[in-house]
């Protein structure tokens, strides 16, 4: 697919994922969608196929770098150069524990979800992006990635360090048209509310990548 250009959205479900994948289909982009259940996949494919977008579903586990580096590969090779990277899969409930009941190895799967991952997505996309002269990296996070909670010590700690890297990201590419923005959605992603419903995020993070300014954008108070 020469000349065409993609999005792909680390961590697509039928909520956020979704409502991306069709916001930026509307605008032309192919969609590749990346998670770990199959059948999840293709049922979002099916879905979105029925409102014109052209999407397709590649299995990665995001705690698998050489998994999810491959799949980033094969979507760029059908679904055309990845232009925008959003990276946005939810993580899991045994990342949040208090902050005095954690100990180094449970923070293994936090870091791999929310530093490894990122970090193998972002050097597997930007040879492409590099040669396109253009691209969008998104990084999607919860409340904690700003304001870290006791309760919830593994997702603070590996928000923080993503977040960190996406600021150096924002500020290492800023002169290549290449832009990085952290959307941080405090509480649930609530469909009907009036900040927080996936088609309203969806708008926000198409906002984020048509307007280019900027790193750190909310998509509610962090008080809500």
Do not use: C
């Not at 199959?38 to 977008?53: A, F």
């Amino acid at each position: 697919m020469d000349g065409m250009s993609s999005i792909a959205i680390v961590g697509a479900g039928p909520g956020l994922g979704a409502a991306v994948a069709r916001r930026f289909g509307r605008e032309g982009f192919a969609v590749a969608l990346l998670a770990r259940d199959r059948d999840r996949l293709d049922t979002l494919v099916r879905d979105l196929g029925g409102s014109g977008v052209l999407a397709r579903g590649f299995l990665a586990d995001v705690r698998r770098p050489q998994e999810l580096t491959g799949a980033l590969g094969r979507a760029a090779d059908e679904m055309g150069t990845i232009e925008v990277l959003q990276y946005s899969p939810v993580p899991h409930r045994d990342f949040m524990r208090p902050v005095l009941e954690t100990g180094h190895r449970d923070l293994v799967g936090p870091i791999e979800f929310s530093v490894y991952g990122p970090v193998a997505a972002v050097q597997q996309v930007l040879p492409g992006m590099r040669r396109l002269g253009r691209g969008t990296i998104l990084f999607v996070n919860g409340a904690t990635a700003v304001l870290p909670h006791t309760e919830r010590a593994g997702t603070s700690i590996a928000f923080a360090a993503e977040s960190a890297y996406g600021h150096l990201l924002h500020e290492r590419l800023a002169g290549e048209g290449i832009h990085v923005a952290q959307l941080v959605i405090p509480g649930a992603i609530t469909p009907g509310h009036a900040r927080k419903d996936p088609v309203v995020l969806a708008e926000m993070l198409w906002g984020m990548h048509r307007d280019r300014h900027g790193y750190r954008h909310f998509a509610d108070d962090l008080d809500s």
